[in-house]
């Protein structure tokens, strides 16, 4: 079974977001780049699904040339088999539809046979939580997105679902099909030394979105962030002095009086 | 090309209380942008009823949508949208619809912005504003194709007057054309009472509670008394205190009240991507430098087992 991973580069969760000058992005100077959480998942769900089934783990991401450093800490060292980078202005100017053409134009070309494919449910920076699903309909495969556990049994699969309100379903399908990881699929194992030397050999190709047969206008983002801005400032928080019951009595005076939510 | 659509999600007969504040924005859209407001209806639902919250017109494909199926909503909702033509189509950013939307875009070749918090007009196109890396900013998205697609996340807007009116209804035919999966099992939640993501107070409790006993006694108790939803940090409902349906936060649910009290809890960056938004918040905490007490409108450094039941008392003494 060949399986299919897309590992997105993204801010670190804990960064201090800062716009740039004329509110048109994020001001990334000086932010540590990291594996995007979600996929961190994948990346682990896609190794063992190797681990069981056999057959050939391959990443996929669209992003920076620069990225390959943490291709190999974040994927290769981890029992990723190969991986590819698509990294050319083109790539980089796409939308979440274009990322999704990019991706799976990638994965038809260089992953024949491939069975499942697994992202994250969303990335910790856009968040948009959309390219996982485009990838399935342009693939015309299933998918299930927001998944739990995961067990695959020959041709078919069996995942556990996270809906609105705590509700959790189990769904059974065939492959292939395009899995979405949520908090609690797994716990992502770390490198080890070795394996850390090991994936300074393995396969890993920059490529351009001429290369897969696409063009800047066919991957050009439909929907675009005219301006990004922070969110409007709390003013300073009152800290309410005194002992508990005080403190209680203020608070709710503040509550019913000043702020007039009680 | 025309119109404003909107996917209204119902349950037992009735719609969500999203769907309608959905419609009443649309409303209030299409008539700055000077077009009408149609919705969209899968399966079975009182669909003329939808004109009472300002759809002119209601699109309803027939049949079994009860349990959730990408492809079923997909197909069904496609041909939906073949038929009405809008320009851009909405939906509140349920499970179903953040699931089948980016399909829809893929299939229409559209764009798509996920999860808003606000909708609004700028020179004559829709602009959705959403919270990006983790609700650390926001940014304001258009569309520059057709149909546009939008989901909002609950409790954006106020729910819509009713305007008394009976919608036409037209039945679209679909054809099933994707892969369909089995529901095997659905795993109801636990949770009683208020429906957290529409909330309009959330009292929220964190690791420090230390044992379901002490949640029922100081968080669900509080809550009870203020009429509030109870919510949680994750480390709260993996450590088994509440209902996993009870987190609040990246991975849990996203909470948009007037008034939210985090009480024990340290203030991740991943909880406060569900729940900073919200109009007033109280931090009770130990810790004086938790990471909360940024975020709060109103601070108290003390053990919550002290402040909280001084709380209950005191709102239950207003009467
Ligand atoms: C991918 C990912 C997704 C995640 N998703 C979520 C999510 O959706 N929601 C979420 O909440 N977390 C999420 N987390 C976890 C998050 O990072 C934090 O670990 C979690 O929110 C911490 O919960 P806490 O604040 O209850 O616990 P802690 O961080 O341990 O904080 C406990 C706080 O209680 C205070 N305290 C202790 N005793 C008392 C007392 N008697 N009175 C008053 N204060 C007291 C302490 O000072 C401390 O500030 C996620 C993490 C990851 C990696
Ligand atoms: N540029 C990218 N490169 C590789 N994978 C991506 C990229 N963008 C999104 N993805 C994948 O799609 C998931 C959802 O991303 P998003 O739609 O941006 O929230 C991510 O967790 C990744 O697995």
Known sequence: ?262 | MSGILVFAEHADGAFKSTATELIGKAAELATALGTTVTAAVLGDAPAADLGAAGAAKVYQAAGDFAAYDTGATTDALAAIIREAQPDIVLATASFAASDAFPRLAARFDSGMASECTNLTIEEGKLVGRRPMFSGKCFGSVTVSSSPALFTVRPNSFTQPASTGGAADVVAVAWEATSAALTVVETLATDSAGIDLTTADKVVSGGRSLKSVENFDKVIRSLASTMGAGVGASRAASDAGYCSHSEQVGQTGQMVNPSLYIAAGISGAIQHLAGMRTSKVIVAINKDADAPIFEHATYGIVADLFEVLPAIDAEIRALG
């Not at chain 1, 897969?212 to 409007?232: F, H, I, M, Q």
């Open chain 1, 1 to 262: 079974m060949n399986i299919g991973v897309c590992v997105k580069m993204t801010a670190n969760a804990d960064a201090r977001i800062k716009i740039n000058g004329d509110a048109t992005g994020v001001d990334m100077a000086g932010i540590k780049v990291v594996v995007s959480d979600y996929d961190e998942y994948a990346v682990e769900e896609a190794i063992r699904t190797k681990e069981k089934h056999g057959g050939e783990v391959v990443s996929f991401t669209v992003g920076d040339k620069s990225n390959d450093k943490l291709i190999r800490s974040g994927a290769l060292a981890l029992g990723v088999d190969r991986s590819i980078i698509i990294s050319d202005d083109d790539a980089k100017a796409a939308g979440a539809l274009g990322v999704a053409k990019v991706l799976t134009a990638a994965l038809q070309k260089n992953l024949e046979g491939c069975d499942i494919l697994f992202t994250g449910k969303a990335s910790i920076d856009d968040g948009s939580a959309q390219v996982g699903a485009m990838m399935a309909e342009l693939l015309g495969w299933a998918q299930v997105t927001k998944v739990l556990s995961l067990e695959i049994d020959g041709t078919t699969f069996k995942a556990t679902r996270q809906m609105d309100a705590g509700v959790r379903q189990v769904v059974t399908g065939t492959l292939p099909v395009v899995i979405t990881c949520e908090d609690g699929l797994n716990t992502p194992r770390y490198a080890k030394l070795p394996n850390i030397m090991k994936a300074k050999r393995k396969p890993l190709a920059q490529i351009s979105v001429a290369d897969l047969g696409l063009d800047a206008a066919g991957v050009a983002p439909k929907a675009s962030t005219l301006r990004y801005e922070l969110p409007p400032t709390r003013p300073a928080g009152r800290i309410i002095d005194g002992d508990a019951a005080t403190a209680a009595k203020e608070l709710v005076r503040l509550l019913r009086d000043e702020a007039k939510v009680i």
